[in-house]
T-cell receptor
Framework: AQSVTQLDSQVPVFEEAPVELRCNYS??????LFWYVQYPNQGLQLLLK??????LVESINGFEAEFNKSQTSFHLRKPSVHISDTAEYFC??????????????FGKGTLLTVNP | NAGVMQNPRHLVRRRGQEARLRCSPM?????VYWYRQLPEEGLKFMVY????????ESGMPKERFSAEFPKEGPSILRIQQVVRGDSAAYFC??????????????FGPGTRLLVL
């Protein structure tokens, strides 16, 4: 069974500082990778995804993530955060080759708090 | 295009009562998924449905839980004889049908169930 590890449960940073949210997964096969963001009392919104092709994927609001197959990682980065980025971030994987490629396995989440 | 809709957003039940959670997928989406988020945990897959069919219910508790997605109307997640351990946020997601099955899942705002 797949598993996803988000190493940091909480990441406090100051506004305009860079941030990296770490995500590692356990799988020896190809995977699809996702980052979702959850604002307080709201549902999850897809931030970015890796299905194939370029290992660096970007979102429209300045986040990027790089798929590293050798390290089985998909860390999320932003060079300069805003207070509005305060939210919980979830990393998720699915197995494209199996019969259950729809089944997302989530990490426990990282709470990013951006302070002024 | 309206997003995934869930209602109610908050539901309070006493032990032993029934909880019915509703999910209307995005227009054009024929696949529905239910996930449960326990406090301080990531989302856990429960069930995957297509119209009038349960495709995968491997994440559903064996007793008291059931799900349906009728030909007409929303998908329903039903919890009978609720217990305090059922208190959680229940998220519905939907995706369009694709040839590869890698349709991105779009999440609703969730229903937060509290069992007293």
């Amino acid at each position: 069974a797949q598993s996803v590890t988000q190493l940091d449960s909480q990441v406090p940073v100051f506004e305009e500082a860079p941030v990296e949210l770490r995500c590692n997964y356990s799988s020896s096969v190809s995977v699809y990778l996702f980052w979702y963001v959850q604002y307080p009392n709201q549902g999850l919104q897809l931030l970015l995804k890796y299905l194939s092709g370029s290992t660096l994927v970007e979102s429209i609001n300045g986040f990027e993530a790089e798929f590293n197959k050798s390290q089985t990682s998909f860390h999320l980065r932003k060079p300069s955060v805003h207070i509005s980025d305060t939210a919980e971030y979830f990393c998720a994987v699915s197995d494209p080759g199996g019969g259950s490629n729809y089944k997302l396995t989530f990490g426990k989440g990282t709470l990013l708090t951006v302070n002024p | 295009n309206a997003g995934v809709m869930q209602n109610p957003r908050h539901l309070v039940r006493r032990r032993g009562q029934e909880a019915r959670l509703r999910c209307s997928p995005m227009k054009g989406h024929s696949h529905v998924y239910w996930y449960r988020q326990l406090p301080e945990e990531g989302l856990k897959f429960m069930v995957y449905l297509q119209k009038e069919n349960i495709i995968d219910e491997s994440g559903m508790p064996k007793e008291r839980f059931s799900a349906e997605f009728p030909k007409e109307g929303p998908s329903i997640l039903r919890i009978q004889q609720v217990v305090r351990g059922d208190s959680a946020a229940y998220f519905c997601a939907s995706s369009p049908p694709t040839l590869t099955g890698a349709g991105t899942q779009y999440f609703g705002p969730g229903t937060r169930l509290l069992v007293l």
